[in-house]
């Protein structure tokens, strides 16, 4: 079979004269949970009409914590409704996000305004190239480059419409094509946090997974009825 090594975001920096220093190549934030339950007694009744008495784990509190400023010490949340244990979890996780997220844009949002700024000077040099093919393309009928970039620090909206415009130009300028993969891929390291836990992949997660769910549908339900 065949192994390949893929390059890190910031080796594919420096293809594009963007050097990283190696002390920041490393994403060293990170939160971390440990969630306790109880064996909660129930009774249930078989096809053949039987009863029978189980006991259901059922997640009561979490421990949260992580490496950063101000929440290095453990933050406790008893609740024996999960669903509610689950929200509080939610808001504790986003609470963090956001000073982790200050803390990863301060260490490489310049980089990002750096490559934004090639992006832009390769962009104006192709609308010189292609003249008026640039400025006749139908918005509507052209790829969104732009389209995972909705949150803070991202593509402005007058380069997202440069770039709709030259979507079906990308193909011939393949360096352009690979900035503005690189910027995603830069952006995704930038505004993703790692989330760890004890045991999580095997208990933790699927003590709480229905009630994540659910969580997230109406975050999403919350979000749409915004818009």
């Known amino acids: ?27 060293d934030y990170f939160i971390t949970y440990d969630l306790e339950a109880i064996l909660n007694p129930q009774k249930i009744v078989t096809k053949s009409g039987k009863t029978k008495f189980i006991q259901q784990h059922q997640a009561v509190s979490c421990s ?21 244990l ?40 192709n609308q010189e190239k292609f003249g008026n093919k640039f400025d006749n393309t139908d918005d509507e009928n052209t790829d969104d480059e732009c389209s995972e970039h909705t949150n803070d620090n991202n593509i402005n909206e007058k380069e997202c ?3 709709r415009k030259f979507s079906k130009f990308l193909k011939k300028d393949m360096f352009l094509s690979n900035m503005i993969r690189v910027y995603k891929r830069l952006h995704k390291y ?19 997974s229905a009630h994540l769910i659910e969580y997230f549908l109406e975050m999403n339900s919350n979000d749409q009825s915004h818009n």
Request: proline fraction near 4%.
């Open 64 to 84: 949260i914590a992580s490496n950063i400023e101000p929440f290095r010490q453990p933050y406790c949340i008893i609740n024996q409704n999960p669903r509610i």
């Open 86 to 125: 689950v929200a509080e979890m939610m808001e504790r996780f986003k609470l963090i996000r956001t000073e982790i997220i200050n803390l990863a844009c301060l260490r490489w949002g310049t980089y990002l305004d750096m490559l934004q700024e090639k992006i832009s000077e390769r962009l104006l040099i």
């Open 161 to 163: 419409s440069r770039i």
């Open 1 to 27: 079979g065949s192994y390949r090594v893929y390059k890190t975001v910031f080796e594919e920096l420096d293809e594009f004269g963007i050097v990283v220093p190696e002390q920041d190549r490393i994403y």
């Open 190 to 208: 930038i505004y993703q946090v790692i989330i760890l836990s004890f045991n999580g992949q095997k208990y933790d997660v699927h003590l709480i």
